[in-house]
T-cell receptor, first 113, second 113 residues
């Protein structure tokens, strides 16, 4: 079974500041890990994914995440926040390719001018 | 960029009525999914579909739910007798293979009254 915990349901940063959204996972098998973003009234857009290749994964819009097995973490970062980054971010885990995604609770990111 | 299209964007139905949610996955994709998100809660897996049959389903996906790919392009979710607790945003997703992140549609907001 897999599960995901996202620490912090709301994160607020200033424009230009570092964005750090935390995700810890639990999986009985080597995990596949994903970050999705949801803008208001829109679907879930894939930001990046980890599928057992490089542990540092680069995604769209300047985001990246690092898979740390020892910490069971997959935190999402962006060096400099932009106003357009304001959205809800979901971490998700899958136990095998093609199988169900288990989502975290989501983190609402607010970017202040 | 190819999209997963869901219709309608919002549907209101009376309790006990049947409802069909429609999705057009990306044309060369082979794996299809339905997820739902009850307001204020996590995104939850419902069902996955491959090679014209259900490959995995969750505990939520009981006998009231069914899926179909009737014509090679549409992928539908039917709820036979809706309950108030079926009110949620329903997301369709598709994937070209089992190693790829999904592409999600924008969702159908179902309101059962």
């Amino acid at each position: 079974a897999q599960s995901v915990t996202q620490l912090g349901s709301h994160v607020s940063v200033s424009e230009g500041a570092l964005v750090l959204l935390r995700c810890n996972y639990s999986s009985s098998v080597p995990p596949y890990l994903f970050w999705y973003v949801q803008y208001p009234n829109q679907g879930l857009q894939l930001l990046l994914k980890y599928t057992s290749a490089a542990t540092l994964v680069k995604g769209i819009n300047g985001f990246e995440a690092e898979f740390k097995k020892s910490e069971t973490s997959f935190h999402l970062t962006k060096p400099s926040a932009h106003m357009s980054d304001a959205a809800e971010y979901f971490c998700a885990v899958s136990g095998a390719s093609g199988s169900r995604l288990t989502f975290g609770e989501g983190t609402q990111l607010t970017v202040n001018p | 960029e190819p999209e997963v299209t869901q219709t309608p964007s919002h549907q209101v139905t009376q309790m006990g009525q049947e409802v069909i949610l429609r999705c057009v996955p990306i044309s060369n994709h082979l794996y299809f999914y339905w997820y739902r998100q009850i307001l204020g809660q996590k995104v939850e897996f419902l069902v996955s579909f491959y090679n014209n049959e259900i490959s995995e389903k969750s505990e939520i996906f009981d006998d009231q739910f069914s899926v179909e790919r009737p014509d090679g392009s549409n992928f539908t979710l039917k709820i036979r007798s809706t309950k108030l607790e079926d009110s949620a945003m329903y997301f369709c997703a598709s994937s070209p293979d089992s190693n790829y992140g999904y592409t999600f549609g924008s969702g159908t907001r179902l309101t059962v009254v």
